[in-house]
Structure formats: C-alpha cells, structure tokens
C-alpha cells in the first residue's frame, strides 16, 4: 500500500469513525468511558472532516503573468510517445 493510497483511505475512515463513536457515546449511560468516547469521536471528526476539506478545496494557486511559458512537440508523428525523456542513446539525446 502506497502513502497516498493510505491517505485517501483514512480521510474517509476517520470522519466514519468518529461518528461510529459519538454514536456509541449516545447509546447509554457510559460514564467516565461516553465522555472519552464523545471526546475522542469527535476530534477523530474534526480531523477527518479537516482532512476531506484540504484534499477536495480547489486549488486557488495561480501562474505569474510574467512568466513566458514556451511548449512545443518533441514527437509529432501523431503516436502516444509518452516516453520522450532526454534519453542518451548511441551518442545522442
């Protein structure tokens, strides 16, 4: 499992989580262990509900107008060359 995968996983869990707790917290008369589960249900909520916000927000970066941005073709013979790194090969890149 990758890092990022790991990530997108726990910003869902940790928000159903913390509802599963708060939910448990309600479900009788629990004492000193309600309080903690409501505690620590709701900052899993918050976390997780800070989280989802960061990863799903648009992204309001934008490009400096001075900036000259130059592209061009590498490869145009109309295949799918997505493999046209500057590659040394027989002398040559």
Do not use: K
Not at 47 to 54: T, V
Not at 85 to 90: A, S
């Amino acid at each position: 499992m990758t890092l990022r995968t790991a990530f997108n996983s726990l910003r869902w869990f940790l928000p159903a989580a913390g509802l599963a707790l708060i939910a448990f917290a309600c479900s009788g008369r629990l004492g000193w262990a309600g309080l903690a589960a409501w505690i620590l249900g709701g900052a899993l909520l918050g976390l997780g509900l800070l989280l989802l916000w960061w990863t799903v927000r648009t992204n309001g970066s934008q490009v400096h107008p001075g900036l000259i941005l130059e592209s061009w073709e590498v490869v145009a013979d109309g295949l799918h060359n997505y493999n046209n790194d500057l590659i040394r090969w027989e002398g040559h890149f």
